[in-house]
């Protein structure tokens, strides 16, 4: 007698709910197929490093094929996903149907711009590889173009760089990029006045970052301030235009670079699916983190919207990891004809890198700030890179960087260049279904702080 077929799981995103799903599955009485539009998982809690020039993005991104070798029962597709056929079970993707008897969707989240005008087309997003290789390459150039351009106030627009929202990543790059140009920019650019060159970083609330106690929000502002950082709380930006970023009091900053980190949604690919979303995009899931009305379709990560203690989980890596995993368990109850368990997130703590020698963190009771958070911000984040490659060539990235004052990584790639004479955005990401409709929406308010910090 044959063995009866095993259940085939196809799990859509190779982020951290998919790929941990995946890695849960591998070694079960189902078939799983991992499915992603990029052939690589990206660590993006290190991607605004790619940004500020500080690692290359091969260093952060590890091919899923070479993940999953070893794993029996775990494949890999690539393939873009376009819709999914709930009645049908069925996953459409880019030349491609994919049956499936279980689904697990952790297509993660997108940049929310509140819709404020000029945001979506004018200000980078750093959400994806393409985002963050595209900003490096942007950056590189303004200093090129300033040490050409005759007119200060030409010069003082090109080096002025204006980071939106003050939550960890806003935080984070605001430092990197900060020490990028205060070390090996200026000294690349010896003819360009110090004085000219400006990092500010906006917030609509209080103080920053959001969430973390007070002694910790004292501690990361004063040190970017030391870092020559300007950091304006309760600064609204009301409109972003090619030239400049108009904050709600009136004023104006005139820049070429707006990167926005104020704040993220889910995926708006789940709505047009049919899967049932609230107002930040997510998807509304049950506790167990199945789909209402379809027991069979699991939502994890930034996509899923779970609340716990009256609040919707953060949307960062832990929170996608345990949830991956959860949802793979949930199915193999299932398999086994058990019940799925409610999912319930262990928070270890949040962590937010300044600077060199520079951290905070806070974990269980513990606060620390400075050089000691600093160790064990870079040591979690060494450990949770994936693969020995990947783990040495940022800790040789990050040991040269702190020994010699130096980033090896300063190539516009011609790839992403774009012409000096168009506003940036008309080239690098006009805007994308729903946007149009955000620039045109109703009055900005500020946003949430972008992706929350954690410790991994
Ligand atoms: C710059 C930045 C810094 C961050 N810093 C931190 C931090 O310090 N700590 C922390 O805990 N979290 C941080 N986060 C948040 C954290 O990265 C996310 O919470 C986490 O990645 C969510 O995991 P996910 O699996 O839901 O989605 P992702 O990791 O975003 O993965 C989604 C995957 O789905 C794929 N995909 C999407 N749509 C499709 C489609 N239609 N077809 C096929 N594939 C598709 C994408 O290619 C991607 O691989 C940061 C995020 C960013 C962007």
């Given at each position: ?16 709910g998919g790929?941990w799903a995946?890695?849960a599955?591998?070694q079960t009485?189902v078939?799983?197929?991992l499915?992603?539009?990029n052939?690589?998982?990206?660590f993006?809690?290190?991607l605004y ?10 260093d952060?991104?590890?091919?899923v ?7 029996r ?7 873009d996903?376009?819709?999914i056929d709930?009645?049908?079970r069925?996953?459409?993707a880019?030349?491609?149907s994919?049956?499936?008897d279980?689904?697990?969707l952790?297509?993660?989240s997108v940049?929310?711009f ?7 087309r004018?200000?980078f ?12 390459n942007h950056?590189?150039?303004c200093?090129?173009?300033?040490a050409?351009e005759p007119s ?11 980071i ?6 806003g ?9 990028l140009?205060r ?11 110090t004085?000219?060159?400006c990092?500010?970083l906006l917030?609509?609330?209080?103080s920053i970052?959001?969430?973390l106690?007070?002694?910790l929000r ?7 301030r030391r ?8 600064a609204?930006?009301?409109?972003v235009t090619?030239?400049?970023v108009?904050?709600?009091d ?10 926005w980190?104020?704040g ?14 609230v107002?930040?995009?997510?998807v509304?899931?049950l506790?167990?983190?199945?789909v209402?009305n379809?027991p069979?379709?699991y ?9 716990e ?10 929170v996608a990891?345990q949830?991956?995993v959860?949802?793979?368990?949930n199915?193999?109850?299932q398999?086994?004809g058990?019940?799925?368990?409610p ?13 060199r ?12 700030s ?5 160790i064990v ?6 450990f949770?890179?994936?693969g020995?490659?990947n783990?040495?060539?940022v800790?040789i ?14 190539l ?15 080239v690098r990401?006009?805007?994308g ?8 929406g109703?009055?900005?308010k ?8 954690s410790?991994l």
């Amino acid at each position: 007698m044959s063995a009866p077929p095993r259940p085939r799981v196809v799990i859509v995103g190779a982020g951290f709910g998919g790929l941990w799903a995946a890695r849960a599955l591998a070694q079960t009485p189902v078939d799983a197929l991992l499915v992603d539009r990029n052939n690589y998982h990206a660590f993006l809690p290190l991607l605004y490093q790619v940004a500020a020039a500080e690692l290359e993005p091969e260093d952060i991104a590890y091919p899923v094929r070479s993940i999953l070798r070893t794993l029996r029962h775990a494949r890999f597709a690539l393939a873009d996903v376009e819709a999914i056929d709930l009645a049908g079970r069925v996953v459409k993707a880019t030349e491609r149907s994919i049956p499936y008897d279980f689904l697990i969707l952790a297509t993660g989240s997108v940049s929310h711009f509140f819709g404020v005008p000029g945001a979506a087309r004018y200000a980078f997003p750093l959400k994806t590889m393409e985002q963050g290789i595209g900003l490096r390459n942007h950056i590189l150039g303004c200093f090129e173009r300033a040490a050409h351009e005759p007119s200060a106030e030409g010069r003082r627009r090109a080096v002025t760089f204006a980071i939106v929202g003050g939550g960890p990543t806003g935080v984070e790059f605001a430092g990197a990029l900060a020490e990028l140009i205060r070390g090996p920019l200026l000294r690349d650019f010896p003819g360009l006045d110090t004085r000219e060159v400006c990092v500010v970083l906006l917030e609509a609330r209080e103080s920053i970052p959001p969430g973390l106690p007070e002694s910790l929000r004292a501690y990361t502002e004063g040190r970017l301030r030391r870092m020559g950082v300007e950091v304006r709380v309760r600064a609204v930006v009301a409109e972003v235009t090619p030239h400049a970023v108009h904050l709600r009091d009136g004023t104006v900053i005139p820049t070429e670079t707006v990167v926005w980190t104020a704040g993220v949604r889910g995926d708006p690919s789940a709505r047009a699916w049919g899967l049932p979303t609230v107002a930040d995009g997510r998807v509304k899931v049950l506790p167990t983190l199945q789909v209402p009305n379809h027991p069979e379709v699991y939502v994890v990560g930034d996509l899923a919207s779970v609340e716990e203690g009256g609040r919707a989980l953060p949307m960062v890596a832990p929170v996608a990891i345990q949830q991956g995993v959860a949802a793979a368990r949930n199915i193999l109850r299932q398999v086994r004809g058990a019940d799925p368990q409610p999912f319930r997130y262990r928070d270890r703590g949040t962590m937010v890198a300044i600077g060199r020698n520079a951290a905070v963190a806070c974990l269980g009771r513990r606060r620390f700030s400075g050089f000691p958070a600093w160790i064990v911000w870079l040591s979690v984040h060494i450990f949770k890179l994936i693969g020995f490659r990947n783990r040495l060539l940022v800790m040789i990235n990050w040991a040269w960087d702190y020994l010699f004052y130096e980033r090896a990584v300063r190539l516009i790639l011609p790839l992403q260049a774009r012409p000096s004479s168009q506003p940036a955005a008309e080239v690098r990401h006009p805007p994308g279904p729903g946007q149009a409709a955000e620039e045109s929406g109703g009055a900005p308010k500020p946003g949430p702080d972008g992706p929350k910090p954690s410790a991994l």
